[in-house]
């Protein structure tokens, strides 16, 4: 079975002993199985907002600024951005190297920088990016050519549509999302405790999902001494 939209709403449909759809009337249905599409999609949404920074919805931006121009909007698709991924890439036209941004809260920009908004002096390649309240990032100094900005940020996936559509959502979780599109399935059937089992089903595979995917932990190498070995060492 493909992992599609349709793959997933027939596997909904196959668990409760219901005719599979195809590609001819999946655009098209009604009734159980509009719902069955429905409770896929929830499921995946449910997924998605469990977790802000889930690894696959990880995307990296690349903008060409203009010059003169301090302000610029986000991916209209950022759930969260890494203000500490701002980069300016390399160009040998442009003759810039590879520069990182370091980051500086929209107060200090007020502090400091507010002056080089309303100016076309002191223009340059940027050295600090900010975060504005209104959904934009700003740059500091003004750019004076039109470089290639790279950011990294955590995207809203939209809802599947067409049949052939494909989750963000790695397929080795596809029993998560099928999990939880059943719990949709048996409250619109008026079946809750069988919900309620499949809700219970979701939740412990989303609770792995973090395991493998969110708790991770560095390796870190301890510089302690050992007593009992230096002591050891001393005496021999």
């Known amino acids: 079975m493909a992992y599609d ?12 002993n219901e005719v599979e759809l195809t590609t001819s009337n999946f655009s098209t249905a009604t009734g159980f199985y509009a719902h069955a599409k429905d409770a ?6 449910d997924i998605n907002q469990t977790e802000y920074n889930w690894p696959f919805n990880h995307v990296e ?6 010059a003169n121009t301090m302000r610029y909007d986000f991916a209209q698709d950022a759930k969260t951005v890494s203000m500490d991924t701002f980069r300016i890439k390399e160009s040998s036209t442009l003759g810039v190297s590879t520069k990182k941004l370091k980051q500086i809260s929209y ?6 920088y507010i002056h080089l908004e309303y100016t076309t002096n002191n223009t340059g390649v940027p050295d600090y990016v900010f975060r504005s309240p209104n959904l934009q990032y700003g740059l500091v100094p003004v750019p004076d050519k039109a470089y290639t900005l790279i950011y990294e940020y955590y995207i809203f996936p939209t809802d599947l549509e067409l049949q052939d559509d494909i989750p963000s959502i790695p397929e080795r979780f596809a029993h998560v999302i099928v999990n939880g599109a059943m719990f949709y399935a048996y409250l619109f059937r008026g079946n809750t405790q069988d919900a309620m089992v499949a809700k219970e089903k979701f939740e412990e595979g989303l609770k792995s999902m973090r395991s493998l995917l969110i708790n991770r932990y560095d390796y870190v190498r301890s510089y302690a001494i050992n007593r009992n070995t230096f002591a050891s060492n001393v005496l021999s």
């Open 40 to 45: 896929v999609n929830s499921s995946i949404r």
């Open 61 to 66: 931006e690349e903008e060409d600024v203009t």
């Open 5 to 16: 939209f349709l793959g997933l709403v027939n596997q909904v449909n196959r668990r409760l």
């Open 107 to 112: 107060e200090e920009y007020l502090d400091k």
